[in-house]
């Protein structure tokens, strides 16, 4: 059963930092590109970083460029987000997200087949 | 970045009604385009992907089509457990963009 955990949220005051964890299990996870989506309380969803498969391309939303880096440990089966000079907001349920691997005639990837539980991150003074 | 215009923001409907979301993309996204079912307090669900591939365990009473750079998710005969929110996804590329999200509330 695939499953993903995230961990490391909580409350951190305005220019903090915080580092967020997502542990995979029950899939080959150094084959599949991952994503952090997040989604701030009561509004909708917003796309926050990519990371490939062997780290090679990663990708950030214009939001957090610069602040957030996105990273993972094949070895240990985890994807991180760390988080610097946070804002108010930044204050979200952050997700870890699997990229699908669909092969018909072409491969198609890109949709969020696999979603954690969310981990809440609040930043206020 | 692409935009994702999606519509309505919210409906009313009965169990039993038919059922139609549209998301427009601002430039061509070919069919990279996926919707997602969340009810509250959960993580979203992969419902569509590839404009009309229907994910592994979604009921065939949901469905996607394309024209150009409208998409659509359709739900015949809503049941109970298909009142929540529907959110579009492009992923033809970076950002990967949303659409605002439609509500689906019962009448």
């Known amino acids: 059963e695939v499953q993903l955990v995230e961990s490391g949220g909580g409350l951190v005051k305005p220019g903090g930092s915080l580092r967020l964890s997502c542990e995979a299990s029950?899939?080959?996870?150094?084959?599949?590109?991952m994503n952090w989506v997040r989604q701030a309380p009561g509004k909708g969803l917003e796309w926050v970083s990519y990371i490939s498969s062997s780290s090679r391309y990663i990708y950030y939303a214009d939001s957090v460029r610069g602040r957030f880096t996105i990273s993972r440990d094949n070895a240990k089966n985890s994807l991180y987000l760390q988080m610097n000079s946070l804002r108010a907001d930044d204050t979200a349920v952050y997700y870890c997200a699997r990229d699908i691997v669909y092969c018909g005639g072409d491969c198609y990837e890109g949709a969020h087949d696999y979603w954690g539980q969310g981990t809440l991150v609040t930043v206020s003074s | 970045d692409i935009q994702m215009t999606q519509s309505p923001s919210s409906l009313s409907a009965s169990v039993g009604d038919t059922v139609t979301i549209t998301c427009r993309a601002s430039?061509?996204?070919?069919?990279?385009l996926n919707w997602y079912q969340q009810k509250p307090g959960t993580a979203p669900k992969l419902l569509i992907f590839?404009?009309?591939n229907l994910q592994t365990g979604v009921p065939s009473r949901f469905s996607g089509s394309e024209s150009g750079t409208d998409f659509t998710l359709t739900i015949s005969s809503l049941q109970p457990e298909d009142f929540a929110t529907y959110y579009c996804?492009?992923?033809?590329?970076?950002?990967?963009?949303f659409g605002q999200g439609t509500k689906v509330e019962i009448k």
């Open positions: 996804q492009q992923s033809y590329n970076t950002p990967k963009t």
């Open positions: 590839a404009a009309s």
């Open positions: 029950g899939f080959i996870f150094r084959s599949y590109s």
């Open positions: 430039q061509t996204i070919n069919n990279y």
